[in-house]
């Protein structure tokens, strides 16, 4: 079973799967744009789930949607489980987050890929 890479590895990782173990985090997002032309996107399956100290269970991702950034709504930015009051600080943060990868600023017409989750621990 293949590995499913959640966040950067190192503390955004580890942070990010303990959100996960908890049960707070049921969703992640990335941008359309990160997928290059013909790389697939992301599909419903299950993934081994692992932090830096090793496979902490079985991720199961149950739905991708492909969302207009503008119509992002406080349903992911709860499910995100990251804190974000609504979706307005969700975009905030995920647009400082990905900034750097750009070439140019986002609209509301750019594409978020958001997977939702399910997790069952190891052991």
């Known amino acids: 079973m293949e590995i499913y890479d959640l966040g950067v590895p190192g503390e955004m990782r580890d942070r990010l799967v303990a959100a996960v173990v908890s049960g707070v985090k049921s969703a992640t997002s990335s941008l359309k744009l990160f997928y290059g032309d ?7 399956g299950r993934f081994l789930l692992a932090d830096s100290s090793g496979v902490r269970g079985i991720l199961e ?3 991708v949607e492909l969302i207009p ?8 930015a709860h499910a995100e489980g990251e804190g974000f009051a609504d979706a307005s600080a969700w975009r905030a943060a ?19 890929v958001v997977e939702h989750f399910t997790f069952a621990p190891s052991g």
Do not use: R
């Not at 013909?38 to 419903?44: Q, V, Y």
């Not at 950034?69 to 992911?76: A, H, I, K, P």
């Open 61 to 63: 991702v149950v739905k």
């Open 94 to 112: 995920h647009e400082d987050f990905w900034a750097p990868y750009l070439n140019e600023p986002l609209t509301d017409d750019d594409l978020v």
């Open 38 to 44: 013909g790389d697939p996107l992301p599909e419903p």
């Open 69 to 76: 950034l503008g119509q992002v709504g406080d349903d992911v």
